[in-house]
């Protein structure tokens, strides 16, 4: 009988009920798709490992280090190898379609990351192929990319001097089963850079942008990174090695506070959403005085006419907000891919479900209560006479 009342009263005006479902629909979306932005990068956080280290230049990341350092960054107590990576920066065709590249160690770097799930023979002959690459699922769906295929790189931090691309061929093709690594994602031998910088075949100063340090196990993380930092302070270049999931928030930092703009962004949206929905519960009340007067004429308690235009508010928000969290989910695998390059782990997780939900519920209820509190102080005398 209740829903059944509180159903026909969004019937009465289907237009104005419709376009305020229509705002919370909208809201909630977008909400939804800025929580899984910051939840991706956050998470990208939570599953780094603290038997990774990254040593970089105490200078600047863009300061590139000397090769030697592999060699005594591997001989430091509890480090099990050291791998070189290095940024590539290249464009695929135009400067459109940009995703990351690194040039890497092919006979540690699969060690480095056991989240990677390589096919055993398609890592081989990345390995024997010194012009080989490896690509991320989400990067071989955006491009079309397949195994065998070559992929033309415009370099721009390592141009070649006829300003022809590098040529890289695609031997295999990963998934990763943790946020820490995306999967849409160039993988490269540094080797072939760094005979290109020695032939001259690209103008850039030889050395690499960072070591990945893989701290044996059982080995004190903390004491190793001191170790390493105190094996260069007196130069010729000091370093700065850091954990894994601190070296993840600096280069999140680089592009600023994105998590706080993105938050700030959606609370904006939700305040303004929440008085469209308020707006609508006041008008709704004000027009219903006639109809409360009658139904607590005819023995309606105050606490169910507060029930009443509750569960309306609540109804007319969890429609829109139900809707949008089924579409968002629907376009998941759209957004993954249309936002690779930013957020290559894109996931409308079952938390921010459930946070679109909250968000939804809590409109409906919030908006609905100064209405309620309104109608359920109102005698059936002053109702009938249509107002306070």
């Known amino acids: 009988m209740t829903l059944k009342l509180v159903w026909r009263n969004l019937l009465a005006h289907p237009l104005r009920n419709f ?29 780094s490992s603290t038997q990774r280290l990254w040593v970089q230049s105490a200078v600047s990341l863009f300061v590139r280090l000397p090769l030697a350092y592999e060699a005594k960054i591997a001989s430091v107590e509890g480090v099990a190898w050291a791998c070189k990576w290095q940024w590539f920066g290249g464009v695929y065709k135009d400067d459109s379609n940009f995703f990351a590249q690194f040039g890497v160690d092919s006979d540690t770097f699969r060690k480095s990351y056991p989240e990677i799930l390589f096919d055993d023979e398609q890592y081989q002959n990345f390995e024997n192929n010194r012009t080989g690459c490896v690509i991320g699922r ?5 491009y079309g990319f397949q195994v065998g295929d070559t992929i033309p790189i415009i370099g721009r931090i390592f141009p070649r001097p006829d300003g022809s691309p590098w040529q890289f061929k695609v031997e295999g093709i990963y998934d990763s089963k943790a946020a820490v690594v995306d999967d849409a994602t160039l993988y ?5 850079l760094k005979e290109a910088i020695e032939s001259g075949d690209t103008n850039a100063e030889m050395g690499t942008g960072v070591f990945l340090a893989r701290v044996k ?6 004491e190793v990174q001191s170790a390493i ?26 592009l600023g506070n994105i998590p706080l703009l993105l938050r700030s962004i959606g609370g ?37 006419v507060f029930r009443l235009m509750i569960l309306e508010s609540l109804l007319l ?14 376009l998941e695998p759209g957004m993954r891919l249309a936002m690779s390059r930013q957020f290559p782990d894109f996931e409308i997780s079952s938390d921010t479900l459930l946070l679109g939900l909250g968000i939804a519920t809590g409109i409906g209820i919030l908006a609905g209560l100064l209405p309620a ?8 005398l002053q109702g009938l006479r249509g107002g306070v």
């Open 19 to 47: 376009l305020t479902a229509g705002a919370v629909f909208f809201a909630v979306l977008l909400l939804s798709f800025l929580q899984a932005a910051v939840s991706t990068l956050d998470a990208s956080v939570r599953s």
């Open 317 to 330: 928000s969890l429609c829109g907000g139900l809707l949008a969290l089924g579409v968002a989910k629907v």
């Open 217 to 222: 196990d059982g080995a004190d993380p903390g």
């Open 138 to 142: 989400a990067l071989s769906d955006k």
């Open 373 to 380: 509190m309104r109608v359920r102080n109102l005698s059936p």
């Open 229 to 254: 930092n105190a094996m260069f302070e007196n130069g010729p270049q000091r370093v700065n090695a850091t954990t894994e999931a601190e070296f993840g928030r600096q280069f999140i930092s680089m």
């Open 188 to 192: 490269f031998h540094f080797d072939y």
């Open 268 to 304: 904006a949206v939700l305040v303004a959403i929440f008085f469209a929905v308020l707006n609508t519960m006041l008008t709704i009340g004000q027009e219903r005085t006639r109809d409360i007067g009658i139904l607590k004429a005819i023995g309606f308690q105050d606490g169910m």
